[in-house]
Every structure is written in structure tokens, then in C-alpha cells.
């Protein structure tokens, strides 16, 4: 997969699904559209929204972001319904804008569909923070220069 790429995705609701699936060609377009966990990607980050302290799971949201934007980041809500007797998770709006939270969800999305091995790499990172040992400071030996050979016939 290209960094550079662009994919075309259509979410899927219901409790339980994966986050991305493979793609499907089955459309009019016969364009590859890959099916998104519509569901499952809020569950994530509305977990992550409760996470308090910086660290794991922390979401990290830049000051220079406004108000309106965290209003649609949690302009949907978890309302659990009951059909046919077996409890199901639905997310409706509470608030007229959602893009913050739809564009989140894509991220996440995206983010997954990279597969990046994330222990991989913070072992990699701290192993370029580590500090480097420090050299042996050894006296620096002057080299006197060489005679020329065109000193010889002056």
C-alpha cells in the first residue's frame, strides 16, 4: 500500500465489526471500497475521550482547536435499544454537526488500515533517544606538513 494512496470506504454499523475489512468490488464503479467499523471506531475513541491522564490511549487535542470542534467530536452519543430482546449499541446525534467525529473515525480507520507495528516502533524511538555513550577524549596529534617539493628548487 502507497503513502500516498487514496482509498475509497463506506462505513458499516453494528456492534462487533472489525475495524476495515478487506476491500469489495461488488459496486457499480467496480472500485475497491473498503467497508469500515463504524461502531467499533467510536467505541475506541469515545474510549479514549475518558482516558484523564497523558499516556496510553491519551487523545492528545492541539490548543489551537476550538470549541465547535470538540461540540462535534461528541455531537453523538451511545443509546443502548433492545431488539427482539437482545440489547444492541446504537450511536445517534445529539448535536446538528458531526464532522469532527466522522473525520476522527476516518483517521482511526486509516491509521488501522496502515497495520504499523507500534511497539516496534517506540522500540525504535528509544533507541535514538537513548544518549550515546561518551568517546574517550584522546590528545589530538598536530601533524607538521610535509616540505614541498617545489621548496627544494627555489
Known sequence: MAANSVFASKGVGGSGRPTVRRPSKSNSA????????????????????????????????????????????????AVRRYSKGIPRIEYIKIRPRNEALDLAVLNLA?????????????????????????????????MKPKPSWTRRYR
Request: glycine share 4%; proline share 11%.
Open 30 to 77: 467496480s472500485c475497491p471500497i473498503f467497508p469500515v467499523g463504524m461502531n467499533t471506531l467510536k467505541e475506541v475513541l469515545f474510549s479514549r475521550l475518558k482516558v484523564s491522564q497523558p499516556g496510553p490511549g491519551y487523545w492528545h487535542i492541539p490548543s489551537h482547536f476550538d470549541e465547535e470542534w470538540c461540540l462535534q467530536l461528541t455531537a453523538e452519543k
Open 110 to 142: 486509516a491509521f488501522a488500515m496502515l497495520n504499523v507495528n507500534t511497539k516496534r516502533v517506540q522500540r525504535r524511538l528509544e533507541d535514538v533517544r537513548k544518549p550515546e555513550p561518551e568517546k574517550p577524549q584522546f590528545p589530538q596529534r598536530v
